[in-house]
């Protein structure tokens, strides 16, 4: 089977340390993970961080490259810091309520994900934070009101995706209004469905609506529409956003290592169940037992489970990865074999442009 083909595409990995695991490295080798989320305990230093990256792409088989994914949010959730920019919290640009200078801030994090050959940014954050008492979104979110997180939310998605950078809405159907971490717990929310095609939908629509590459699930129960299981394990959930907004594609789930569904759902119910409800990709972000388990059960999982799925994932990695892949091969070609080895602690970062407008937009009320 080509390593294009196999069902460990569909597994997104996280691993602890500053350098590739070799058990990691193997699997990838084998094209039997499609991608790995990065987080700040993978990164010190930019020399580190490069030599991390060459590694990840290279263990990557032939024609089949990896898809790296960060969170890079801004504000309290953005794994890349200093040197590189630290950017405000979206709630901030909500609040300013230009969305042209959040298309700046967002085209300037593009390109140092970019010339990191990181291919996906895990953002924006569409819930409307509706709920004070909310712990997990508050001001990660552009706002409190449907139309104000509409206009900032495609203005990253634009910006992020025009400079080769899959953008990802996140989490479907609305996290906005819930007073539990779903890290810690599992949230339930009882609003009916017109009050989510008011509030908490319009955000997707509107994601969808733009092209974004990619939406997360909520770990949270809408009880108007499944009272028995998340978002993430829900068909009906998942046929609001395939048929009724039309999302066509890439559909991860959020971290399946979060209590709001490992406490309640065994590693094969989770992954059962995940694929029955139409999700694409699942992440395990740090737990190598689970990992494995995860992706035992994904590839004993039936052919009509998984081939729609690997489509879109392989799809994505055509749009994203691919082309990075290959202007990589390209610089490296031309690259005269007498130059000395590139510098890993070269500039960029920091980027002193960015760090400007990222002062500017924190300093400005």
């Known amino acids: 089977m080509s390593s294009w083909w196999q069902p460990g595409q569909l597994l997104f990995a996280g691993f602890e340390g500053t350098e590739l695991p070799p058990e990691l490295a193997a699997s990838i080798g084998q094209g039997r993970?499609?991608?790995?989320?990065?987080?700040s305990r993978n990164i010190e230093s930019v020399a580190q961080l490069r030599r991390l990256?060459?590694?990840?792409?290279?263990?990557?088989?032939?024609?089949a490259p990896l898809l790296v994914a960060i969170?890079?949010?801004?504000?309290?959730?953005?794994?890349?810091?200093?040197?590189?920019?630290?950017w405000p919290p979206m709630r901030r640009l909500g609040d300013r309520d230009e969305p042209e200078r959040t298309r700046a801030?967002?085209?300037?994090?593009?390109?140092?994900l970019a010339d990191l050959r990181i291919h996906l940014d895990l953002a924006p954050i569409v819930d409307?934070?509706?709920?004070?008492?909310?712990?997990?979104i508050g001001d990660r979110s552009f706002g409190r009101e449907p139309?104000?997180?509409?206009?900032?939310?495609?203005?990253?998605?634009?910006?992020l995706q025009e400079a080769g950078v899959a953008a990802c809405a996140k989490h479907f159907p609305g996290h906005g209004d819930t007073d539990?971490?779903?890290?810690?717990?599992?949230?339930?929310?009882?609003?009916d469905l017109d009050r989510l095609r008011e509030v908490e939908l319009p955000p997707f629509a509107a994601a969808a609506a733009a092209g974004v590459a990619s939406v997360m699930t909520a770990h949270v129960v809408f009880e108007a529409i499944d009272r028995k299981r998340p978002a993430t394990l829900s068909p009906e959930v998942m046929a609001l956003l395939r048929e009724e907004i039309g999302f066509g594609g890439v559909i991860f789930s959020d971290d399946l290592e979060m209590k709001a569904v490992a406490?309640?759902?065994?590693?094969?119910?989770?992954?059962?169940?995940?694929?029955?409800?139409?999700?694409?990709?699942?992440?395990?972000?740090?737990?190598?037992?689970?990992?494995?388990?995860?992706?035992?059960?994904?590839?004993?999982?039936?052919?009509?489970?998984?081939?729609?799925?690997?489509?879109?994932?392989?799809?994505?990695?055509?749009?994203?990865?691919?082309?990075?892949?290959?202007?990589?091969?390209?610089?490296e070609a031309e690259r005269d074999p007498k130059a000395p080895p590139a510098d890993l602690d070269a500039a960029p970062p920091p980027y002193e442009e960015h760090r400007e407008l990222a002062a500017a937009l924190a300093a400005e009320r």
């Open 33 to 39: 993970v499609g991608g790995v989320i990065l987080f």
């Open 53 to 63: 990256m060459g590694a990840l792409h290279h263990a990557a088989p032939p024609g």
């Open 71 to 86: 969170d890079q949010e801004g504000g309290r959730v953005q794994r890349l810091r200093d040197p590189w920019t630290e």
């Open 105 to 112: 801030l967002a085209s300037a994090l593009a390109r140092e």
């Open 128 to 136: 409307v934070d509706t709920n004070p008492a909310n712990p997990v």
């Open 147 to 159: 139309a104000r997180v509409i206009r900032h939310a495609v203005a990253v998605i634009e910006a």
């Open 180 to 191: 539990l971490d779903s890290h810690l717990a599992l949230p339930r929310l009882a609003h």
């Open 263 to 331: 406490d309640h759902y065994s590693p094969a119910a989770l992954v059962q169940g995940a694929l029955e409800a139409g999700v694409d990709a699942l992440l395990v972000c740090r737990d190598a037992g689970l990992r494995e388990e995860v992706l035992a059960r994904l590839e004993r999982a039936p052919d009509g489970l998984v081939e729609r799925a690997i489509e879109r994932v392989v799809a994505l990695k055509q749009r994203y990865a691919v082309p990075s892949a290959e202007a990589a091969a390209r610089a």
